[in-house]
Structures are given as structure tokens and as C-alpha cells.
């Protein structure tokens, strides 16, 4: 089992910047790739950001390229996400997840992913 806790969320305004983190416990963290979701309401959950396992690989949805960061520190157990000029569209609540390794290379659907955090909120206001 694997648990992961986001943190970081919180009201910005439009132009603004935030870092969400999401510390992992349970198994060992260097061996699950990861990603970034986000859900506003009334809409689908949606592919925001991918990294491998050694961080040496991202992906990114067209909507963040750019804006957007994905990291992670393997020795903290804990995967990042850099957010740069912030927009109201960005308003979501954001989660983190585990891809297992033998997935192809379409990152970008949730039902890939295993374990998901519980996400945090993310406001832009303008």
C-alpha cells in the first residue's frame, strides 16, 4: 500500500504562483512513476503533469506547458508541482498518484494510476 498526502493549496491571485508537494509513505517511493491530476467541479478529472521514476522523463498537458513543473525528490519521498502564472481555469482540486511501470505512454488517463492522494484545493482568483 501506498499512501501519498498533497499539501500546499490555497488562494492565489490571477498571475500568482503556488508549489503543491505529495510526501509518499508505504512502499518504495523510486519505484513508481508519478502524476498530477486536477478537478474542478462538474467537469472530469484531467491529466495535468507525468514524471518518471528517476525524474529524468515529464510529460505535460497542453493547458500548463510552460506554466507548469513537475519534480520530485526521491531521497523526501515526495513529488512537486511548480505553478507559474496562475489563471482562474486552473482552479481545481489537485491530486497526486502512482502509475505502475508497466503502463504504455499515454500518461494523461486517470485510470492508469493507482493510489491517488486525497487533493488539495486550488483557487485563482482574478
Known amino acids: 500500500q501506498v499512501q501519498l498526502v498533497e499539501s500546499g493549496g490555497g488562494l492565489v491571485q490571477t498571475g500568482g504562483s503556488l508549489s503543491l508537494s505529495c510526501l509518499a509513505s508505504?512502499?518504495?517511493?523510486?519505484?513508481?512513476?508519478m502524476g498530477w491530476f486536477r478537478q474542478a467541479p462538474g467537469t472530469e478529472r484531467e491529466f495535468v503533469a507525468f514524471i518518471s521514476r528517476s525524474g529524468s522523463i515529464t510529460y505535460y498537458a497542453d493547458s500548463v506547458k510552460g506554466r507548469f513543473t513537475i519534480s520530485r525528490d526521491n531521497a523526501k519521498n515526495t513529488v512537486y508541482l511548480q505553478m507559474n502564472s496562475l489563471k482562474p481555469e486552473d482552479t481545481a482540486v489537485y491530486y497526486c498518484?502512482?502509475?505502475?511501470?508497466?503502463?504504455?505512454?499515454?500518461?494523461?488517463?486517470?485510470?492508469?494510476?493507482?493510489?491517488w492522494g486525497q487533493g488539495t484545493q486550488v483557487t485563482v482568483s482574478s
Open positions: 508505504g512502499r518504495t517511493f523510486n519505484s513508481y512513476p
Open positions: 498518484a502512482t502509475r505502475p511501470r508497466y503502463y504504455s505512454a499515454n500518461y494523461d488517463g486517470p485510470g492508469t494510476y493507482d493510489y
